[in-house]
Each structure stands twice: as C-alpha cells, then as structure tokens.
C-alpha cells in the first residue's frame, strides 16, 4: 500500500527548493491544488486512490473557467510529481487530461488574459535566469539540454548554456504544445501555443510586466 501522501502545505516550499520556481508562482500553484482539494471531504484517500482522483480531477477541471484549465494542469502535474517523490506508489503522475478546447473559439479578450495569467510567471522566472527577450526569441526546443542531470538551453551563436529549472521548462512545454509537450523545432516561446513561429522579444516583454 502508498505511504500517507504527504501534506499540501509543503509543497509549495518544495516548488521552491527542489523545482527552482519563483514565490509567485509556486504561490499561484499551491492555491489551486488548495482549491482543488479544499471541498473535499478526505483528500487523502482521494489521493490514494488514482481512479477516485481521475474522476475528482476531470469533474474539477470542467467546472473552472478556460482562463485556468491550463493553469490548472500545470500545477497538478507538478503536484502529483510531488506526490509522487514524497510517497512513491500513488500513480498519479502517470494521469493524463483529456486536449484543452480549441482556442480558436476563444474571444480575443479570454485567449489574451489566460496567456497572461499562464504565461507571465514562466517568461519572468526565464528572464531571471538571466535569458534576455532576444535570445528567448532564437531559443527552440531542439536546443534544451540535460547537463550532469541539469536542464539546460544552449544558445548556440553564443556558445553560452543557461540552466533552468524543470518544473517551469515542463509548464512552459505544455503551454508551447498546447496541452501535450512541445515538439523540438518548436520556439521555445511560440506565438500561440502549438505555433511554429516565435513569439517577438516585445510581446513577451510585455506578457512578463518586464
């Protein structure tokens, strides 16, 4: 039988620690795992129990707005790959959500506030990583590397390597792949999510605040 999964209130410190992401975003994914599990009546069972969690995670997943599925999901990865660490034999990182809608009947307005809300955190916790707009814009997922276990992007007119953390080149994937992850001559940042064509230098600036 799984050992007790472990509590919630962990693991946005372990988000912070052992993933690399930045307080808001390990914030903003520990509020909706929190939201998630909150009605529940024992969340601890349902997190023993993979067919019971599937079912409570696709009912969860229809009922919030189109703005935070895709957040959505990235934080549940990253919670069930905590799960997971913390108390091996759960299963619940092998789970897999059914393809998001199709954007394409998304308003203008809903598709521009779910990139921001989505995309924002990542491209900040990037340019921390001292990755300027320019370069992020050259970047393609061919170039990701895995480096004495670190992941790194590999700017190849520079000769220079930044490493990032996984959790966020994960999220960053699913978003670029537009629910699957993205594919290798794929930008790193693409115009829209599953688009073959760069995002500008500037529209990523302004999506991150910078």
Known sequence: MPNSPPPLRNFRHWLEENRGLQETTAWTYAQMIRNFLRPL????????DPVEF???VLEYDQSIGPRNRALFRCALRAFARYVDEKAPGTGLETFQLPPLPDRRYQSGKAQADETRAILGPLLRTLRGKHLKWAVIERLRWEDKRVISGEVHLEYA???VHYRVD???LEA??????NGKPARPEQPIVPS???ADTPMSAYRMSQIAGD
């Open 54 to 56: 599937s079912q409570s």
């Open 192 to 194: 829209k999510p599953g």
């Open 157 to 159: 007119p520079k000769r």
């Open 41 to 48: 009546q024992d969340p601890n069972r349902l997190l023993r």
């Open 172 to 177: 960053l994937s699913l978003w670029a792949g």
């Open 166 to 168: 996984r959790a966020t």
